[in-house]
């Protein structure tokens, strides 16, 4: 399983949770490594469909992307 696999499978599963915003945040931060391309990608690859759990794992990969020290 690629970083990317694992950051989009961690965002689909805490957005299914219900994990408040921050703490999520955190966690997909911890889970890429500093890896801004494995965000990028675990975002370009969600489904496009997907209801509820989709819409909130894609807000959550975007909060991320903003909040990250990308060097």
């Known amino acids: 399983m690629t970083t990317s696999d694992e950051v989009r ?6 957005a299914k949770r219900g994990v408040e915003t921050d703490p999520a945040v955190q966690e997909l931060l ?3 490594g500093d890896h801004r391309v494995s965000v990028v990608r675990a975002r370009q690859t ?9 819409a909130r794992a894609t807000e ?3 909060l991320v992307l903003e909040r990250g020290n990308w060097a």
Request: glycine letters at 10%; one cysteine or more.
């Open 9 to 14: 499978q961690t965002a689909l599963d805490l």
């Open 30 to 32: 911890d889970c890429c």
């Open 46 to 54: 969600l489904p496009d469909e997907g209801g509820e759990s989709v």
């Open 60 to 62: 959550l990969l975007d």
